[in-house]
């Protein structure tokens, strides 16, 4: 029996779900024995994913719609509705496309958005590479409006993550020049980098890998030839 106006916190036992999409739906019945009068507030649904680890060697150049990609590079915008990262045909460094970050119009500083790859199998690779090619021109050099991006992995499915790579204004840029109109890049402005990311999933046997983009209301930031 539990008084009017108390709460109580109950420990569900672990479940087993199947891969893919499932959708959880939590509810009480009888509450002290009694029918319940408002039944339209004791109900809590979800849903979560569970991901199948892909073999590598993978590549993403962002040439095919829609974006996200359905099984692949997907997307987590922690201010729904705001500006977050897509697909564009205006600037790439090879195909006919690449992955942009507006920095440029969006104007809520210090927002995270991130570009994740699927579920990579990394049991007994000795080594897991990731590079990529990046294109940013700073608006100015004020620190304020330096955005930033990280690399970043994790070992949990996506509960946290470990930064491994940062560059943020001037030095995340790959032209020298600052502009305060939209940065469209050239194929001579991108920087390609590549990254070891073994020593940071030591004994993990799946891992998530991509990028944190963090807004300071700057400039257009572009990723390529994952």
């Known amino acids: 029996s539990l008084p009017l106006g108390n709460l109580q916190t109950l420990t569900l036992p672990p479940i087993e779900a199947a891969k893919g999409v499932n959708y959880l739906k939590i509810f009480i019945t009888q509450p002290n024995g009694k029918a319940d009068e408002n039944n339209v507030n004791d109900t809590l649904s979800t849903a979560f994913t569970i991901l199948t680890p892909l073999p590598g060697p993978l590549s993403e150049g962002f040439e095919t719609t829609p974006f996200p990609i359905p099984g692949g ?36 500083q ?54 491994v790579w940062r560059k943020e204004g001037v030095e995340l840029a ?15 402005e991108w920087s390609p980098l590549e990254l070891d990311l073994r020593p940071y999933l030591d004994n993990t046997t799946a891992a998530l890998v991509g990028f944190k983009s963090i807004n300071r209301f700057g400039n257009n930031l572009y990723v390529d030839d994952l």
Request: charge should be negative; proline fraction near 6%; hydrophobic fraction near 35%.
């Open 174 to 188: 790959t032209v020298k020049e600052t502009s305060t109109s939209p940065f469209i890049p050239l194929v001579n």
């Open 73 to 108: 590079w997907r997307v987590i915008n922690k201010n729904p509705g705001s500006l977050t990262w897509t697909r564009t045909t205006a600037a790439k460094k090879s195909g006919a496309a690449a992955a942009v970050m507006e920095f440029y119009n969006y104007n809520t």
């Open 110 to 163: 210090q927002q995270e958005d991130y570009l994740l790859s699927p579920l990579l199998d990394c049991k007994d690779a000795d080594s897991i590479l990731f590079s990529f090619e990046r294109a940013y021109r700073p608006y100015n050099s004020n620190p304020a409006y330096a955005d930033a991006l990280a690399v970043v992995v994790s070992s949990d499915c996506g509960a946290t993550f470990q930064e």
